[in-house]
């Protein structure tokens, strides 16, 4: 189902902030708008070393970008980072799947969460619907 830019924009969000969103092997993405879901695999209390960042950013244009951080903390390994522009709410969902190995990892599950309850015009993408 294809969300018009009003429907994505009606969420009372506050002001927009301009974001420099980072990706590896590409262009960073530079838009304008609201992080509207975040995730993490971060632990703490396991003194973790490796793990997983998920944020989604909805713009003013209507549009979502969602990006991957994989962050270590291991001497001798790089940070990665991948990032993707969505025009349709299941486009940015199959890009987490995609991107998670063919399922919605728990980073990524989190930050879709949490914004499809920030964005009321993607509650309808929160969950699968059966009949």
């Known amino acids: 189902m294809s969300l018009t830019k009003q ?4 969420a009372d969000l506050g002001d927009p902030k301009t974001y420099r969103i ?5 262009r960073d993405i530079q ?9 993490s695999t971060y632990d703490a209390m396991r003194s973790t070393t490796r793990w997983t960042t998920v944020t989604i950013y909805l713009t003013t244009g209507g549009n979502l970008v969602t990006q991957r951080g994989s962050i270590t903390q ?6 990665h980072y991948a990032a993707a522009i969505h025009r349709e709410p ?3 969902l199959a890009w987490l799947v ?7 990892g728990p980073a990524s599950k989190e930050a879709w969460e949490e914004a499809c309850t920030t964005v009321p015009a993607l509650e309808d993408h929160d969950t699968e619907l059966v009949d």
């Open 22 to 26: 980072t990706r590896d092997g590409d």
């Open 7 to 10: 429907q994505l924009l009606d």
């Open 74 to 79: 291991w001497q001798g390994e790089d940070d």
């Open 90 to 92: 299941a486009d940015a």
């Open 98 to 104: 995609a991107d998670g190995g063919d399922y919605l």
């Open 31 to 39: 838009c304008k708008g609201w992080e509207i879901g975040t995730g």
